[in-house]
């Protein structure tokens, strides 16, 4: 908990401590899984700026792109190329189709032209340029990058931790759930997530397919949602 910020820590002990014995044990351990900082989504934005959370399943299942913050790959630097993306943004399909809804939903591109050719062109003055920028706007926007697993073993126990860490979530979403904040839901997630809402809260739910879909990009509810935001934009 030392690494939360000090408005989380009262929830998140409560969270903690409803994990089983034995998951907490494993936890403390600090071997077998990553990332060790799995609170970090708590450490930078305060319970008090927090307007929405971002739900993600869990970490990535690499270590490096795994830093604690859901959306976010910390194996990616630079956004952008010469050519257009970069070529991690480019092998990220659910980031490269999530920053092509973004430059969209922003004017920056034209419906029908979103090539690599067409992003290359773009105007980049003022725009911001690695992924950590990208992390920072979404909690200037008051957007929690919170997955349901905080850590990741291998793929086959992935289910596994979601479980695990239901007791934690629960307890986590009953203590927000009168702050009329609001949860971002991508694709199947959203029923799973709100399995774990009490049965009266004052959250809004925004749900939308899931960004590895192309329909993600041009969806008007996404885009109405995360264009105002600008998140591209340098602060």
């Given at each position: 908990?030392?690494?939360?910020?000090?408005?989380?820590?009262?929830?998140?002990?409560?969270?903690?401590?409803?994990?089983?014995?034995?998951?907490?044990?494993?936890?403390?351990?600090?071997?077998?899984?990553?990332?060790?900082?799995?609170?970090?989504?708590?450490?930078?934005?305060?319970?008090?700026?927090?307007?929405?959370?971002?739900?993600?399943?869990?970490?990535?299942?690499?270590?490096?792109?795994?830093?604690?913050?859901?959306?976010?790959?910390?194996?990616?630097?630079?956004?952008?190329s010469?050519?257009?993306?970069?070529?991690?943004?480019?092998?990220?399909?659910?980031?490269?189709?999530?920053?092509?809804?973004?430059?969209?939903?922003?004017?920056?591109?034209?419906?029908?032209?979103?090539?690599?050719?067409a992003?290359?062109?773009?105007?980049?003055?003022?725009?911001?340029?690695?992924?950590?920028?990208?992390?920072?706007?979404?909690?200037?926007?008051?957007?929690?990058?919170?997955?349901?697993a905080?850590v990741?073993?291998?793929?086959?126990?992935?289910?596994?931790?979601?479980?695990?860490?239901?007791?934690?979530?629960?307890?986590?979403l009953?203590?927000?759930?009168?702050?009329?904040?609001?949860?971002?839901?991508?694709?199947?997630?959203?029923?799973?997530?709100?399995?774990?809402?009490?049965?009266?809260?004052?959250?809004?739910?925004?749900?939308?397919?899931?960004p590895?879909?192309?329909?993600?990009?041009?969806?008007?509810?996404?885009?109405?949602?995360?264009?105002?935001?600008?998140?591209?934009?340098?602060?």
């Amino acid at each position: 908990m030392t690494r939360a910020h000090p408005s989380w820590k009262p929830l998140l002990e409560a969270a903690y401590q409803a994990l089983s014995p034995q998951y907490r044990a494993f936890l403390e351990a600090q071997e077998g899984y990553f990332p060790t900082h799995f609170l970090a989504a708590f450490s930078s934005l305060s319970r008090q700026g927090t307007r929405a959370i971002l739900f993600g399943q869990d970490p990535y299942p690499r270590y490096e792109s795994a830093i604690g913050y859901a959306f976010i790959d910390g194996a990616v630097k630079g956004l952008f190329s010469p050519s257009g993306f970069s070529k991690p943004v480019n092998r990220a399909t659910s980031l490269r189709n999530f920053l092509k809804m973004q430059l969209l939903s922003q004017g920056l591109l034209h419906p029908e032209t979103l090539s690599q050719e067409a992003i290359a062109k773009v105007d980049k003055r003022g725009l911001i340029e690695t992924m950590e920028e990208l992390r920072a706007n979404f909690e200037r926007a008051g957007i929690l990058l919170l997955n349901t697993a905080l850590v990741f073993t291998c793929k086959e126990e992935t289910s596994y931790h979601v479980k695990a860490f239901k007791p934690f979530m629960q307890v986590l979403l009953e203590g927000l759930s009168q702050e009329n904040k609001e949860l971002i839901l991508f694709g199947n997630l959203a029923k799973d997530v709100e399995k774990l809402l009490p049965s009266y809260h004052a959250y809004t739910l925004v749900k939308t397919q899931h960004p590895y879909n192309i329909g993600f990009i041009h969806d008007a509810k996404v885009q109405a949602y995360f264009g105002p935001k600008c998140l591209l934009n340098k602060a």
